[in-house]
């Protein structure tokens, strides 16, 4: 079974249906959001809530910079598959003419 490329307009189909459905995602998240905010500020918590966002995002960053500076150097954490880009030069075979 062979495999074709797909056409211009396939690709175009494709490349629309994935925006279509980034949109759909944002206008949800942007939703939730919305009624998380709306909730915080019922319940009266917003400033202990911020508090504990700041403090929480801190502390993940400084595991997640702790993290890289302990692999940095780290050739293990690759798949060894990895392709490396050769160009090569090839010499035309077209004889030049006199």
């Known amino acids: 079974m062979s495999t074709r490329k797909p056409t211009n ?3 175009k189909t494709a ?3 994935l925006i279509y459905e980034l949109n759909v995602m944002h206008k949800g998240i942007m939703k939730i959001d919305g009624v998380l905010s709306s909730y915080i500020d019922f319940m009266g918590n917003k400033d ?5 966002v700041n403090k929480k ?8 910079n702790d993290t890289r500076s302990k692999e940095s150097g780290d050739s293990s954490r690759g798949n060894g598959d990895a392709k490396t880009n050769k160009s090569t030069t090839k010499k035309s075979n077209k004889k030049t003419k006199k």
């Open 9 to 11: 307009n396939e690709l």
């Open 15 to 17: 490349i629309n249906n």
């Open 48 to 52: 202990k809530w911020l508090e504990y």
């Open 57 to 64: 995002v801190s502390k993940d960053e400084e595991n997640l």
